[in-house]
């Protein structure tokens, strides 16, 4: 079999763990399969690195920061392939670049366009172990880029897609997905399998186990991904296909994204096209817009609110503020202490009565619900972060998901 496998900050996160990561990669190899590794930066490495820059400025050049982030991948990529040397098998460590991938230039959050894995294919010919460095690929000028924060779980994706491997298996912290987040919840469960859109539900609305654009990709190009932990033999997640689950709960898993922001818009004026002019503004820049609620307001002017991640914050502010000064905005506010809980279940396409639980659920423990959004299979709350851990536990119990 030719299987990827990726191991994330925390798995490699000092030397020691790096010398065990290296054991099981050997053991991998010993039984008879090709291996490509991919490595995320030691845990802690990259915030390191970003405060390093924010020392200096207080928005430096993305490129900049691309050339400096993607540095992280390469010490654990190198000293992975000098371990496994050492242990006497015939390594080679790569860069995103040899690695073949090409992105976009979006730096800071590139897309990856395209894999060339013929050097990657020959050196596993040669019976070589290839340690591929996380995170990063290089855009048509030449420059590296990065993959947006986790983007290592996408290196792995991509690159087990464009080999056609067997297997892709995410190494992580925690034994595999669970029906929320084991930190917040002990009692939360952990699952055999779920569903790529499930999964893809989850990752987006803040389950960062997996970087959400990995299951799409995944989704897309039909890799066999499986989540598990680097410090033991247990076993993990397989997210696959719906139809491979026999058994679909109603309620799967609970999702928390702390790192929202709200944006009220105060005064908007009313006319044909003026969402359309914001909206495509933002999407311009690459902002992530979520949420949006429009209230129909008095004397020709309407409310706008919506959320986006905290990072596209500064962006989105210098758009909005530029529609405040052409006068098609009285006003603007912010708000940084809310969170986004969400209910995830393909169970809810075929079942009533689940948003309605969610909301008693908050009601119940006296929690204000800001703003709603559902989907076929989700429904979002955004609420005060104050009750973040509260509403998750609360909604945890009520779809009794620890059984
Ligand atoms: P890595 O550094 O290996 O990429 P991450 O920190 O990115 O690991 O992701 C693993 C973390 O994801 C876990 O430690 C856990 O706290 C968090 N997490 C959030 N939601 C879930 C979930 N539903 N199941 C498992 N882990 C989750
Ligand atoms: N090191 C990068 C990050 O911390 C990428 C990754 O770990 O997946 O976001
Ligand atoms: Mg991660």
């Known amino acids: 079999m030719l299987i990827v496998q990726k191991f994330g900050g925390t798995s490699v996160g000092d030397l020691e763990r790096i010398q065990n990561v290296a054991n099981r990669v050997s053991a991998t190899k010993k039984e008879g399969h090709d291996v490509v590794v991919v490595v995320s930066a030691m845990s802690g490495e990259t915030n390191k690195l970003v405060s390093f820059a924010e020392h200096f400025s207080k928005e430096p050049a993305r490129a900049e920061m691309d050339m400096l982030l993607s540095a992280g991948e390469r010490v654990t990529a190198s000293l ?3 371990a496994l040397q050492e242990m006497g098998h015939d390594a080679t460590a790569m860069t995103g670049r040899k690695a073949g991938i090409v992105t976009d230039k979006h730096h800071t959050k590139a897309r990856i366009e395209d894999i060339n894995p013929d050097t990657m294919q020959s050196q596993l010919k040669e019976g070589k172990i290839v340690v591929v460095a996380g995170f990063q690929g290089v855009n048509s000028q030449g420059d590296v880029t990065t993959l947006g924060r986790g983007g290592s779980d996408l290196s792995a994706v991509a690159i087990a897609g464009a080999l056609k491997a067997d297997l892709c298996e995410i190494y992580t912290d925690v034994s595999g997905i669970f029906t929320t987040d084991p930190r917040i919840e002990p009692k939360a469960k952990k699952l055999a399998k779920i569903s790529y859109d499930e999964m893809l539900e989850l990752a987006s609305l803040g ?7 990995s ?5 897309k190009l039909n ?3 499986v989540t598990r ?27 928390l994204d702390r790192n929202q922001a709200r944006i009220s818009l105060l005064g908007v004026k009313d006319r044909p096209g003026i969402a359309s002019d914001i909206f495509n503004k933002l999407a311009a820049a690459e902002v992530n817009v979520d949420m949006i609620i429009q209230n129909k ?8 609110d919506f959320t986006v991640p905290v990072g596209d914050l500064s962006d989105a502010k210098t758009i909005v503020d530029s529609f405040v000064q052409e006068g098609e905005i009285n006003a603007d506010s912010y708000n940084e202490d809310i969170c986004k809980v969400s209910v995830v279940g393909v169970g809810m396409r075929s079942h009533t009565g689940v948003a309605a639980k969610a909301f008693s659920t908050m009601a119940d423990n006296n929690i204000n619900i800001n703003m709603i959004s559902t989907s076929e299979i989700k ?4 609420i005060d972060e104050k009750y973040a851990e509260l509403a998750v536990r609360s909604l945890h119990d009520s779809y009794e998901l620890e059984k």
Do not use: W, Y
């Open 80 to 82: 992975l392939s000098i």
């Open 297 to 304: 307001a008095v004397d020709e002017t309407t409310n706008i």
């Open 207 to 213: 389950a960062k186990v997996l970087q959400n654009r």
């Open 379 to 382: 429904i979002s709350m955004v």
């Open 229 to 255: 932990t680097s410090f033991s033999d247990e076993e993990g997640t397989l997210i696959t296909k719906e139809e491979n689950i026999m058994e679909a709960p109603l309620v799967s898993g609970i999702a």
């Open 223 to 225: 890799v066999n991904l």
């Open 215 to 219: 299951v799409e990709m995944a989704k």
